[in-house]
């Protein structure tokens, strides 16, 4: 308890419990007004009664028991008067009108309000005011002595609202969110803490809030997994009844994408035989996670806005408009500035589903993780075959170092790394696989990225500088450069190139010659802009 | 600076109000720490405040310290303040205790004063009031300063409300021999209520006479006014040389039997010793007896306050407190 603070009671006057007798016989009753005041480890010094001036020669007595035993109190008496006590908007009103003109100096008393007196809906008005910060209070609840009608010191206890004061509470708490956590991440015990922070993240807010939700990140990174879990953990705590309607907007071409989307009325077009709920609609209390949202046609793209505002859409050939509630989760893995700015994606929608955005590391950039999850999809494998696979301990460290090398850009992430251990635990003679089979498989991911890095930026180091070129570069380095050098090629000119790079420092005006910057940052490895752009190999 | 260990001895509040009491007549500072330690709500209560406030007044100290369940206290006295003190305690602090922390200050002053201290003078967690006045003060008042205590108005457990006043005539302490009672001269009953049915006093006081077989003349019964209900039964021993009070507390629902016969057996155990002093007296005595130098007297034995009153009373004043015990007796010699 805090004592440096002078003690300021806020409470109800108990027309019945504080009015046993009016004689002397009253001191050999349970009084809680009277009580509260006698404690040795509390002293009370100013109490606002409320009371009913109807009730006002009661609060006086009342008022002056406290005063004999405990000189140390000032009785404010307050009038409230109230046609209906058990009324709760009335009630809730006059508490309201009385907390908000009260000067509550928070800094200098320690306010605790009374609860064990007032009729029940005077109790539940109190807690709601002080639950909202109406009130800066603690609660105060007292109870009777062991024997009910005797003049001993009954108990009181003090109840804080702010759970993270409770120990015990706030362990639990902790607990509750590292299980969320570990659900989203499927149960992966993942290392990386960028990634770690931004579960932690999506569990604060995306569990408690029907917001919208933006996943951005590259394709197989795990955006779909991730919302699904968004919604299994929701459903779990009885937050969502619905269900979870997931589809991917790439999918949605044409005439069909609007019906897929929001329905149709039989009839509505040619093919048209029967209604159609639609996705929307589908996914009515429940979460719609929309995939490469970057790729929804204008039209679908205004109708959903509408149906994110208002709750309302007009499914096709309907008189009459629908409705639905759903959180939505939106994917992907463009950069939907860029879409606005081409004026393919509509901006007020992009505001609307921007509130929180989360972007998602590719595997390559998660490395710490690739074990982890090494040992999840041989799990999985095992739940669905029902069959045990085991790598050798040399082919693991052969695996492990590949995957976890810089060579290894894991291009489709997730989605590469089921598939390389798919077909790995097909492959496996017995269960087991052996270094044999992980070099092939080294060799089969490397061709096909090979083939789909063609137009990479980091090829196109190594078509500028040559693989020893490469090799020799710092990974720090490396990153850096084939980002400039994907810039540069994108430019027309040396002048336009800087400008983006160093687009910051400009804003800020500390940069005044950025063409010079860039041509001195080529040099430090031997390129110049007009080779860097055609792209011509070393002389 | 004195430095004091709280959870020493009794451990309770006791050392800490003669701790007050021994800085304000010697104005030396001291400090407490681990108050009340051990206990199941440590620290100061409201109780114990009261005494520290009060003994601030009076003393013009500087206090550190001195909130709702703190463990450690400095308090560093300042000049006595003599003439009138008023102090309001409260219905669970205890104005006779509260008066005995600063007594031994004001009787020791260059002035007269008068304190006057309003809330509980009939708590069964202390002394009462009219042991101090009648036990107490006439011990002081042979070694030299004379209180006169009057109990303006009785407050009971547990709505207080009652008012003591003390005038204090200060005077150097002489020392005094205590060790014989001397002849019996006195022996009553006297049962106070407070708006209860008559039907109490005439029960508690029948089981008096019944107990000891004494006559109306030593039975009396006292109807006070006060704010809420009380009972208090006292027997008062009186002998040449030491009064003694004992006295049981009525309570709702206790039986007025229990509360009788709670009161005669205290009696007897006094009766039946021979040592002048009683529990709560040798309590009061360490103090005056080492301030005044030299001196002895002679008790039942010492309870766990009186032992750590005398640890504390040694190490602050330096001076020689031998105790003597034997089963029944304790004597203890000072200077």
């Known amino acids: ?539 | 600076m004195h430095s004091l260990d709280g959870s020493r001895g009794e451990g309770g509040g006791q050392i800490l109000r003669s701790a007050l009491s021994l800085a304000l007549v010697t104005g030396q500072p001291f400090r407490i720490h681990s108050i009340r330690a051990g206990r199941p709500k440590p620290g100061l209560k409201r109780q114990h405040l009261a005494a520290v406030l009060a003994a601030q007044r009076v003393g013009s100290a500087r206090v550190s310290g001195a909130v709702l369940g703190s463990s450690e206290l400095v308090f560093e006295p300042g000049a006595i303040q003599t003439g009138l003190h008023r102090f309001a305690v409260g219905s669970a602090g205890s104005a006779s205790l509260v008066l005995q922390t600063i007594l031994p200050a004001l009787w020791s002053a260059n002035a007269p004063s008068t304190v006057e201290i309003e809330g509980g003078t009939h708590n069964p967690l202390a002394p009462p009031a009219d042991f101090v006045r009648d036990v107490f003060l006439p011990v002081l008042a042979r070694m030299g300063p004379r209180v006169e205590l009057e109990i303006v108005r009785y407050g009971f457990f547990p709505a207080g409300g009652g008012l003591l006043r003390a005038t204090i005539t200060p005077a150097p302490l002489r020392p005094i021999e205590l060790t014989e009672r001397g002849e019996r001269t006195l022996h009553r009953a006297r049962c106070l209520v407070a708006n209860l049915p008559p039907v109490v006093a005439a029960r508690e006081l029948a089981i008096v006479r019944r107990e000891f077989g004494w006559g109306p003349g030593q039975l009396e019964e006292a109807r006070v006014p006060g704010p809420g209900p009380g009972n208090v039964l006292s027997i008062e021993l009186g002998f040449e040389h030491v009064r003694e009070l004992v006295s049981a507390f009525g309570e709702r629902d206790r039986a007025s039997e229990f509360v009788a016969k709670e009161a005669c057996a205290a009696a007897r155990t006094y009766l039946e010793h021979e040592a002048p002093v009683g529990e709560h007296l040798a309590d009061q005595l360490v103090l005056p007896f080492a301030l005044a130098g030299s001196g002895r007297f002679r008790a039942l034995p010492l309870s766990l306050h009186a032992t750590t009153n005398i640890e504390l009373v040694r190490e602050w004043l330096g001076g020689r407190i031998d105790v003597a015990s034997d089963e029944r007796n304790a004597t203890v010699s000072f200077g």
């Open chain 1, 1 to 539: 308890m805090d004592s440096k603070r002078p003690t300021v009671v806020l409470g109800f006057l108990g027309v019945k419990l504080d009015d046993s007798r009016r004689d002397a016989k009253r001191w050999d009753h349970w009084r809680p007004s009277v009580d509260l005041c006698r404690h040795d480890d509390l002293v009370v010094q100013r109490f606002e009664l409320l009371a009913d001036s109807k009730h006002n020669s009661l609060a006086r007595q009342v008022a002056a028991d406290i005063a004999t035993v405990s000189p140390e109190t000032t009785v404010e008496l307050r009038a409230l008067d109230l046609v209906d006590p058990w009324d709760f908007e009335e009630v809730f009103g006059a508490l309201l009108d009385f907390a908000r003109a009260y000067p509550f100096a928070p800094e200098r008393e320690d306010y605790l309000v009374h609860m064990t007196t007032g009729t029940h809906v005077a109790q539940i008005c109190l807690f709601l005011l002080v639950e909202a910060g109406y009130i800066p209070a603690r609660l105060v609840q007292v109870g009777p002595p062991a024997r009910m009608n005797s003049s001993a010191l009954g108990t009181y206890s003090v109840i804080d609202l702010d759970l993270s004061r409770y120990d015990k509470l706030a362990a639990r708490f902790r607990r509750e969110r590292d299980e969320h956590a570990h659900s989203l991440k499927s149960g992966i015990a993942t290392r990386n803490t960028a990634f770690n922070a931004l579960i932690e993240r999506i569990e604060r807010v995306a569990l408690d809030s029907d917001a919208p939700v933006l996943l951005m990140g590259p394709t197989g990174a795990g955006k779909s997994q991730l919302a699904r879990r968004v919604y299994e953990l929701r459903h779990e705590r009885r937050a969502l009844a619905g269900p979870f309607v997931e589809v991917n907007c790439a999918t949605l071409r044409g005439e069909t994408a609007m019906s897929a989307l929001f329905g149709h009325k039989k009839g509505a077009f040619t093919g048209a035989a029967s209604d159609r709920p639609g996705l929307l609609r589908s996914a009515d209390g429940g979460v719609l996670f929309l995939d490469e949202i970057g790729e929804l046609g204008l039209d679908e793209q205004a109708m959903l806005l509408r149906a994110l505002e208002e709750g309302r859409f007009l499914p096709v050939g309907a008189d009459s408009e629908a409705t639905s509630r759903f959180q939505l989760i939106a994917g992907t893995n463009r950069d939907l500035r860029a879409a606005v700015r081409e004026g393919r994606f509509r901006d007020d929608l992009l505001a609307r589903i921007d509130l929180w955005t989360f972007r998602l590391p590719g595997l390559a950039q998660r490395v710490e993780d690739i074990e982890p999850n090494l040992d999840y999809e041989l799990q999985q494998w095992e739940r669905r075959r029902g069959q045990r696979v085991s790598f050798s301990r040399e082919a693991r460290e052969r695996f492990l170092a590949f995957a976890t090398s810089p060579q290894a850009r894991w291009p489709g992430n997730f989605r590469d790394f089921n598939a390389a251990l798919t077909r790995l635990a097909t492959l496996a003679h017995g269960g087991r696989i052996d270094t044999a089979l992980v070099d092939e498989e080294i060799e089969r991911l490397r061709e096909a990225w090979g083939e789909a890095q063609r137009d990479s930026s980091v090829d196109a180091l190594e078509e500028l500088l040559g693989p020893a070129g490469v090799a020799a570069l710092d990974r720090f380095d490396r990153v850096q450069l084939a980002d400039v050098v994907s810039v540069c090629r994108a430019a027309r000119s040396l002048s336009e190139a800087g400008r983006e790079l160093f687009a910051a420092s400009r804003a800020r005006k500390s940069s005044s010659n950025d063409a010079d910057r860039l041509r001195k940052y080529l040099a430090r490895f031997g390129l110049e802009f007009e080779r860097v752009r055609s792209g011509s190999t070393p002389r």
